[in-house]
């Protein structure tokens, strides 16, 4: 027996490392062998507990300590002595919050900075720990899971995995908790925008219950610049999938980011210009009193971004609408314009030329 391996790799009962763990209805967790041996002679008490156990006990397999477990005992093993002590700290039912938190953040830390440390956590069947520490009502702990579950999302392969293993249930809920930390809404919202970056993702995210819900409650009520910022940035992303930009409208979110663009939120007009491309997104902006306003403020003061999707909701709202036509240019839309076919960047340059087009396609209104 190695006796360098962490105690609770033992079984309670065995005292040797187990190599079929399971959890007892009690919450102890012994070698599969040996607590059927102990249910076969006919105990229906827990060994370590002595509290009764039902006529039939379940055997629920510990998959993320039996992964450890495998990780330890392989000599050809690239994972570190420290990583798995660090690991062995989350998995352990006896670590303190402080302890695991602490843990959370060093393998935060190494994994930023090697992408085979992350496949390293992220075989080692840890995530599963991971993730249930994003449910703690400690801020401390659940920013440290959060950031983790960030950096391990950084490599493809881990994406989809993420999202496999529960990592929605996981965030959706933080987004909503308007008494979480603000930290801790910003970070879910920005490992929402990692995982959607993968095509198959956006449909998984849109399609779950209350996912972009939950990113507009953030753009509704956040408390911080950077909360409002990450979500848009999550729902920009997530709204490159078709299907989501509906979703989107449906759940609110046009009237909310013109209200935030309105505010100086400049990475709400990203979205609109994604939103303007369906039916419903149109009219809901066009429904909006101010909407051409704000956009107009953004052709007038914002970045080169900025001005870049003002012009693409523009266009979307007045290829589609005479009424958006004669607003645009009570608001001074096409004299902007004209400004702005001298600007050096030549995307921004393309959509105004685009703009002036629909414009100028009516000329029984603009006289030209």
Not at 61 to 79: M, V, Y
Not at 147 to 157: F, K
């Amino acid at each position: 027996m190695d006796t360098h391996l962490p105690d609770h790799f033992k079984c309670p009962i065995s005292l040797e490392i187990m190599s079929d763990p399971v959890i007892l209805s009690s919450g102890h967790t012994f070698d599969r062998s040996s607590i059927q041996r102990w249910l076969d002679h006919g105990h229906r008490t827990c060994p370590i507990t002595k509290l009764p156990l039902p006529d039939h006990p379940s055997l629920i397999p510990n998959h993320a300590l039996r992964s450890l477990i495998s990780t330890f005992s392989l000599p050809d093993s690239k994972t570190r002595p420290e990583t798995c002590a660090l690991i062995s700290t989350l998995v352990s039912p006896s670590s303190t919050v402080s302890s695991k938190a602490q843990s959370l953040r060093l393998l935060r830390r190494f994994s930023a900075r090697d992408s085979a440390f992350r496949r390293c956590i992220s075989d080692s069947g840890v995530v599963s720990v991971v993730l249930a520490c994003v449910d703690s009502n400690v801020s401390s702990l659940q920013e440290s899971a959060l950031s983790l579950l960030l950096t391990l999302s950084l490599d493809d392969d881990n994406k989809v995995g993420l999202v496999a293993e529960g990592a929605i249930d996981r965030l959706v809920p933080v987004l909503l908790d308007r008494e979480a930390v603000p930290d801790c809404r910003a970070v879910a919202a920005t490992v929402l925008t990692s995982l959607a970056v993968v095509e198959v993702n956006k449909a998984t995210i849109g399609a779950y219950p209350n996912a972009i819900a939950a990113l507009v409650s953030v753009l509704r009520d956040g408390k911080g610049g950077r909360e409002r910022k990450e979500a848009a940035t999550a729902l920009y992303t997530v709204c490159s999938f078709p299907e989501n930009q509906r979703r989107a409208v449906k759940c609110g979110a046009v009237p909310v980011l013109l209200r935030n663009v309105g505010s100086g939120l400049e990475r709400g007009v990203e979205v609109l210009g994604v939103l303007a491309k369906c039916k419903e997104g149109r009219e809901e902006m066009e429904g909006y009193d101010g909407c051409v306003k704000i956009l107009v403020h953004v052709l007038s003061n914002g970045s080169c971004r900025g001005i870049q999707y003002a012009l693409l909701a523009l266009i979307s709202l007045c290829t589609n609408s005479e009424e958006m036509i004669m607003v645009a240019l009570e608001e001074g839309v096409l004299e902007i314009c004209v400004g702005l076919m001298e600007d050096d960047n030549e995307k921004v340059r393309r959509n105004t030329s685009n703009l002036i087009q629909v414009l100028r396609g009516n000329h029984h209104w603009i006289g030209l």
